[in-house]
């Protein structure tokens, strides 16, 4: 078993779904995204960034949507860049489309409650 | 009068050596080629004047045409182009600048052409809508005809993109080959009954401004919006505004119907003495094997009008011969 290496972004598949997102210990964003998204190419160095920010308290991981498309069908995903956050293995909450840091520290918040929500 | 040789008396191929073609068409696609094939298998002395534009030359293979399905659209013309050629019918690769009453067909770059009669068979323009990336795939994986193309897309993620009304029913017609069909209203505005047909019909909408169409590694992945998503698609139907190329006809005076299409009767025959008109150039629907049939009939009638003309010289004539040896 690989343990994620703290404020990386991994790549989860089919195979690693229950271990990295289901059974996580912490909460979980996943960034669904496809080689060829424009949006998913701006957001991605946005989406590293608050992994590394958040190393302490929060995994981040990505989905690619043409390699696992089973994964995107069963949340729903029907555009990309989209994001999941799971809490405890269900899911809490969704959003899709390319923001800002401070939108994506905002939906983040919403869902996990500000305790697991960065501060500076 | 009419110059009669030694061994075509009666005003058979009376035309034959005055330089008067008896049908000059103008347009070597289906419609023309096939009205050229008849005429020049009736023995009539036929010019075809081509630019060499047609209008599904993006597409790899057409479609619907009974034992052609699948052949390439330039194909069907290269054997058209021999088969015309076996008749003694003559392709002029050139463009048409204009048509004068009499007829004289006047080329870009000087040559008149005398004609008898006249069969326009130029076909139309596909205006396309101003979105990035749907030039580039047009014919390829951004289509139009759902009877041409989507049965080779068939269960594919399809987008319908709404720039023009015809849209609304291209998307409920595709919902046949496909259950993934995404609606993009884009710049359309939707009434709430065609938004319950589509609904009805099981499409999804996507609401927002398309972008640009995200094309990597020689196909269509998907649609951009400007406001940050992209909806992962395998091909786009568009619904283009079909110019027709109708000016030689409305400078002969042919007239429009209130659909802006020029006005012919079932034979391609339009309100003008001697004119007809055949293919996509008076109806944007006619599939290939559509517009050939429709050549085909031009053809006849044309032929039938000829005769008509033949014969009254002939009878003519004929009593002019039998006064004379009276």
Redesign the interface.
């Known amino acids: 078993m690989q343990a994620p290496t703290p404020g990386s972004v991994d790549s989860v598949t089919e195979q690693t779904f229950d271990e990295r997102v289901l059974q996580a210990k912490r909460p979980v964003l996943i960034q669904f995204w496809?080689?060829?998204?424009?949006?998913?190419r701006?957001?991605s160095p946005i989406v590293e960034q608050l992994a590394a920010e958040r190393s302490g308290d929060l995994d981040v991981v990505k989905v690619d949507?043409?390699e696992e498309p089973e994964l995107a069908a069963r949340h729903g995903i029907?555009?990309?860049?989209a994001f999941v956050v799971y809490a405890e293995g269900r899911p809490a909450g969704s959003w899709?489309?390319?923001?800002p840091k401070h939108i994506l520290e905002q939906k983040l918040a919403a869902y996990l409650g500000s305790s697991a929500a960065g501060r500076g | 009068m009419i110059k009669a040789t030694n061994d075509e008396k009666n005003g058979v191929r009376s035309a034959v050596d005055d330089g008067v073609y008896d049908v000059v068409v103008v347009g070597a696609g289906a419609a023309g080629l096939n009205a050229a094939l008849l005429l020049g298998r009736a023995r009539r002395k036929v010019a075809v004047i081509d630019a060499g534009e047609p209008r599904n030359a993006p597409a790899a293979q057409m479609h619907g045409f009974l034992s052609r399905d699948g052949l390439p659209p330039s194909v069907l013309l290269e054997l058209g182009r021999a088969e015309i050629a076996s008749y003694g019918v003559q392709l002029i690769r050139g463009r048409v600048e204009q048509i004068d009453h009499g007829f004289y067909v006047r080329m870009v770059g000087g040559p008149v052409l005398k004609a008898r009669r006249i069969l326009v068979a130029t076909g139309l323009r596909d205006e396309l809508p101003d979105i990035p990336g749907v030039r580039e795939r047009w014919g390829k994986d951004v289509l139009h005809c759902p009877y041409c193309h989507a049965y080779e897309v068939r269960d594919q993620p399809l987008a319908v993109l709404g720039t023009h009304p015809g849209a609304v029913h291209q998307a409920l017609l595709l919902r046949q080959w496909s259950d993934d069909v995404?609606f993009f209203p884009h710049t359309l505005d939707l009434t709430a009954q065609d938004r319950e047909r589509l609904e009805a019909r099981g499409l999804?909408f996507?609401e927002g401004e398309i972008e640009h169409l995200?094309v990597?590694?020689d196909r269509l992945?998907?649609i951009?919006?400007t406001?940050?998503?992209?909806?992962?698609r395998a091909a786009a139907f568009v619904f283009p505004r079909a110019v027709p190329h109708d000016e030689l006809l409305t400078h002969l005076g042919c007239a429009k119907g209130d659909n802006g299409w020029v006005v012919t009767d079932r034979t391609g025959r339009t309100g003008v003495s001697g004119v007809w008109a055949a293919g996509n150039v008076v109806d944007p629907r006619a599939q290939v094997v559509a517009a050939a049939g429709m050549g085909s009939t031009a053809a006849f009638a044309l032929n039938a009008d000829l005769l008509e003309e033949d014969v009254e010289s002939a009878v003519e004539q004929h009593r002019a011969t039998a006064a004379a040896t009276r």
């Open positions: 496809a080689t060829w998204c424009h949006p998913c701006m957001v949507l043409d029907t555009a990309v860049p899709v489309g390319a923001a | 995404v999804r996507v995200v990597d590694g992945r998907g951009e919006l406001d940050g998503r992209a909806v992962p």
